[in-house]
């Protein structure tokens, strides 16, 4: 059921939601020259997958965890983007595509390595990755792997459909900082 919904709301979210996410290319445009980003990331079963989201960071900015890059590499609007989890929107279409979940472990880089290990202990990389998830709402980024993997087990054990909509109605409301930059939020 969880899979239909995610197909419902990508579908709605990236149709209606075309005139914003087109109006946020262009400003993009204008703020790095290249506004989309994408980024191998561990999908489900640790199978690789490219993430598309809007670029909030230089162009040149090293290819590393939110929690350790540096808050100058990020630009006016990529602050604005993150801020209101607009950077997220263009993830619509790695749900779609079933690389992702609406709700779900965040995906973390290949070279997470401590993650990824705490995530195979407890079976966090059988499900699919999430957009959001009950990490994300309670403030808790990928700078504290164990916390983080015991946190993704606890949702995806208790994952509802009314746990679903809560935590995307938690997200879309504000609840939760999203992928922290030090210094910056």
């Not at 149709?15 to 561990?42: A, C, K, N």
């Not at 939110?66 to 209101?84: A, C, D, M, N, V």
């Amino acid at each position: 059921m969880i899979r239909f919904f995610d197909v419902f709301f990508a579908l709605l979210g990236l149709v209606f939601g075309f005139p914003v996410l087109l109006l946020l290319v262009i400003i993009g445009l204008f703020d790095t020259g290249s506004p989309m980003f994408w980024q191998e990331r561990v999908g489900r079963h640790k199978k690789p997958f490219t993430l598309v989201k809007f670029r909030t960071m230089a162009v040149d900015t090293a290819s590393v965890a939110s929690h350790l890059s540096s808050s100058s590499s990020i630009t006016k609007f990529g602050h604005f983007l993150r801020r209101t989890k607009l950077d997220e929107l263009p993830q619509l279409w790695n749900v779609l595509k079933g690389e992702m979940s609406l709700v779900g472990p965040r995906p973390c880089l290949f070279n997470q390595r401590e993650l990824i290990a705490e995530r195979e202990q407890r079976g966090v990389l059988k499900a699919r990755p999430g957009i959001t998830g009950l990490a994300q709402v309670n403030d808790i980024d990928m700078s504290t792997p164990k916390l983080l993997a015991e946190t993704d087990a606890k949702m995806l054990v208790n994952l509802s459909i009314p746990a679903y909509f809560k935590y995307i109605f938690m997200t879309v409301t504000g609840k939760g900082s999203g992928d922290r930059i030090p210094g910056k939020y």
